[in-house]
């Protein structure tokens, strides 16, 4: 069948007549840019809605390891004795205490705020200006990656709070297991040297009267102390009676000699036992007080003044102790108020971040504004019947 000028092809019927579609868009040209307008508003102002302020700081912890961190993790992220962390410092009536009381109330944002940064590439120590120790194994962990965000500008200082929490944290971790554990072991290891000072000293009593009775013998027998000093043996311990009494009260006043000696040692040792047990057993007294973890180190010299308390320091023993005393809380100044320290400063670093951005924003809710217009205009141009009339000419 051949078409003919009345009776055009069937397919002509699907084609879209673009002349009408610009002219219908062009009829409705106020709601597609009206729509643009207001979605491309709506765009812009959800990007300041999303406006946000962000600091971040590497807070080194060199008392936590890759190892034992699942020990902090919980601890971190205990919204309750954060709260109580800033009660006791006295921080909540801050603006940055406020700030984290609020967060402390939110145990995911908590954790997300506060993460564990593990071993530095080349790149990072560059950037840092950190060495990282040769024998560091891969993948250790170096500390705490503290971000903080919040609506309106805080210039950083919440970090620097958090850091501060996170060091209490990782003192009062460490030092409530440490020092529990050396109060229990200085207190068992000073009642063990004192039952083996009472045995020693029963052993001294009955070896002085065996030489005292040896004594006696030579003393009847004076014959019993002539011995033959080209002679050497060696006898097992208890076969010294075959020896002359002159030999064998020789070996009695050696060995109470040697008893004697080692009563001396025992003796030093058991006092420095029992100062370091009055001076753990005070300092895990006093880490159970409403304290914080720096000013709990800053107060050791004066609870190792009051366990040395009358104690003769020109004693040797006693200066020794003193000493080793001294020396291992320097150690812990160094680990936990020195090295845990920031890898550079969160304040004035503080940026402001936008998700979407503005020019993202207005772009995106100008398109898809846009879109919905045409989608609008059509729809209307349908509702109005211009579709309805362009079906009723063809099919005439």
């Known amino acids: 069948m051949q078409s003919t000028p009345n009776n055009p092809p069937a397919h002509e019927d699907n084609e879209i007549d673009l002349r009408q579609l610009v002219s219908v868009l062009w009829k409705q040209k106020l709601l597609i840019v009206g729509a643009g307008v207001l979605c491309a508003g709506v765009g812009v102002g959800a990007s300041l809605l999303s406006t946000k302020y962000v600091a971040e700081g590497l807070f080194l912890t060199p008392g936590v390891s890759a190892t034992n961190y699942k020990r902090f993790v919980s601890v971190f992220s205990n919204g309750p004795r954060l709260q109580q962390y800033l009660q006791d410092t006295g921080a909540l009536a801050t603006r940055d205490g406020a700030l984290l009381f609020g967060l402390a109330e939110n145990q995911d944002r908590l954790v997300e705020t506060l993460r564990p940064e593990f071993a530095f590439t080349d790149k ?23 971000q903080f965000s919040h609506k309106e500008p805080t210039g950083g200082t919440p970090v620097t709070l958090l850091a501060e929490y996170v060091r209490d944290t990782v003192i009062r971790v460490n030092f409530e297991k440490a020092l529990l554990a050396r109060c229990a072991d200085f207190r068992t290891r000073e009642q063990e040297l004192r039952n083996a000072q009472l045995s020693n000293d029963f052993a001294i009593t009955q070896e002085e009267r065996r030489a005292a009775t040896l004594r006696e013998i030579i003393a009847r027998n004076p014959g019993a102390a002539v011995s033959d000093n080209r002679q050497i043996v060696s006898l097992e311990k208890g076969s010294e009676r075959f020896l002359s009494p002159a030999a064998q009260l020789v070996a009695s006043e050696i060995q109470i000699a040697d008893m004697k000696l080692a009563e001396v040692r025992r003796e030093r040792e058991r006092t420095a036992s029992a100062l370091k047990r009055d001076y753990y057993c005070q300092a895990q007294q006093a880490l159970q007080q409403p304290t914080t973890g720096p000013t709990f180190l800053q107060g050791l010299p004066n609870i190792q003044a009051a366990a040395f308390q009358g104690q003769d320091k020109s004693v040797d023993i006693i200066e020794q102790t003193w000493n080793e005393l001294d020396v291992e809380r320097a150690t812990w100044t160094n680990t ?39 989608f609008g205009a059509l729809a209307r141009a349908w509702w109005r019947g211009d579709g309805g009339e362009k079906g009723e000419k063809t099919g005439a």
């Open 124 to 146: 990072d120590q560059k950037a840092f200006g950190v060495k990282v120790a040769e024998d560091d194994e891969p993948g250790a962990m170096i500390g705490v990656r503290i």
């Open 336 to 374: 936990y108020l020195q090295s845990m320290r920031f890898v550079a400063s969160p304040e004035g670093t503080e940026v402001k971040e936008r998700k979407p951005g503005l020019a993202l924003g207005l772009v995106l809710g100008g398109l898809l504004g846009g879109m919905l217009g045409v």
